[in-house]
C-alpha cells in the first residue's frame, strides 16, 4: 500500500471554526491532490500540488485553501468552517500528474468531517 | 464539457459469474486516460485499472479487465469470476485535458453487490 497518511480520521466540530486537515506521504511522489466525496457526486478535486510551495486550484476550491512546504506533507485548511463542508475528505498521490498507467493516484483513507 | 457518466447507480450478481460495470465518457481531446477504482465499504480507494486512449488492446489485471471500446466512447470493467469481496462502490475516472490543464474527472460511482 501507497504510505499516505491523513489526520484526523474523523472531525466534528462547529460552524465557523477554522480546521485543519493533515495528509503525509512516505514515497516521495511529487504531485498531491485534496478531493472530497458527496453522495451523488463521486469525487471533486478542491486543490493539488505539483511540488513544494507549488499548488492549484480545483472545481470547488472555494472556502478552502491548501499549503505544501515539504515534500511529504499536504495541509488542508478550511479557514471557517461551514455546514456545507461536511464531507468526506481523500487525499491522493502520484508520481505522474493526473495519474499515468503505472503510476496511478494512491488515496489516502480520508477524513470524515463532520460541520454542526 | 469533458464528463464521465456510469448510468448503473446499482448492480447484483451472483458469486462466481461476470458482471460488466458500465462508463461511457465525453472528450474531444485525442490523448486520455481511463481509470476505475474500488471504494469498499470501509472507504479506502483502491485503484484496479487503467487504459490509455492510444492502448491497441484492452488492460486486463487479474479477475479485472476492461472493455474499451473508442469509437462508442465507452470504458467497461468486467470482473470476472465475482467474489464476495468485490461487493464495493465502484469509479471510473478520466484523464483530460481542459482549457490547457490537464484534470482527472471521476464518474458517480457504482455500487456493486455479490450476493452468495
Known amino acids: 500500500d501507497a504510505g499516505i497518511t491523513q489526520s484526523p480520521r474523523h472531525k466534528v466540530t462547529e460552524t465557523g471554526t477554522p480546521v485543519t486537515l493533515r495528509c503525509h506521504q512516505t514515497?516521495?511522489?511529487?504531485?498531491m491532490y485534496w478531493y472530497r466525496q458527496d453522495p451523488g457526486h463521486g469525487l471533486r478535486l478542491i486543490h493539488y500540488s505539483y511540488g513544494v510551495k507549488d499548488t492549484d486550484k480545483g472545481e470547488v476550491s472555494d472556502g478552502y485553501s491548501v499549503s505544501r512546504s515539504k515534500t511529504e506533507d499536504f495541509l488542508l485548511t478550511l479557514e471557517s468552517a461551514t455546514s456545507s463542508q461536511t464531507s468526506v475528505y481523500f487525499c491522493?498521490?502520484?508520481?505522474?500528474?493526473?495519474?499515468?498507467?503505472?503510476?496511478?493516484?494512491?488515496f489516502g483513507d480520508g477524513t470524515r468531517l463532520s460541520i454542526l | 464539457a469533458q464528463k464521465i457518466t456510469q448510468t448503473q447507480p446499482g448492480m447484483f450478481v451472483q458469486e462466481k459469474e461476470a458482471v460488466t460495470l458500465d462508463c461511457t465518457y465525453d472528450?474531444?481531446?485525442?490523448?486520455?486516460?481511463l481509470f476505475w477504482y474500488k471504494q469498499p465499504s470501509s472507504g479506502e480507494m483502491i485503484f484496479l485499472i487503467y487504459?490509455?486512449?492510444?492502448?491497441?488492446q484492452n488492460a486486463t489485471e487479474g479477475r479485472y479487465s476492461l472493455n474499451f471500446q473508442k469509437a462508442r466512447k465507452s470504458a467497461n470493467l468486467v470482473i470476472s469470476a465475482s467474489q464476495l469481496g468485490d461487493s464495493a462502490m465502484y469509479f471510473c475516472a478520466m484523464r483530460v485535458t481542459q482549457g490547457g490543464s490537464e484534470k482527472l474527472v471521476f464518474g458517480k460511482g457504482t455500487k456493486l453487490t455479490v450476493n452468495p
Open positions: 514515497e516521495n511522489h511529487r504531485y
Open positions: 472528450t474531444s481531446d485525442p490523448s486520455y486516460g
Open positions: 487504459q490509455g486512449s492510444y492502448d491497441q
Open positions: 491522493a498521490i502520484s508520481e505522474a500528474l493526473w495519474g499515468a498507467s503505472n503510476q496511478p493516484q494512491h
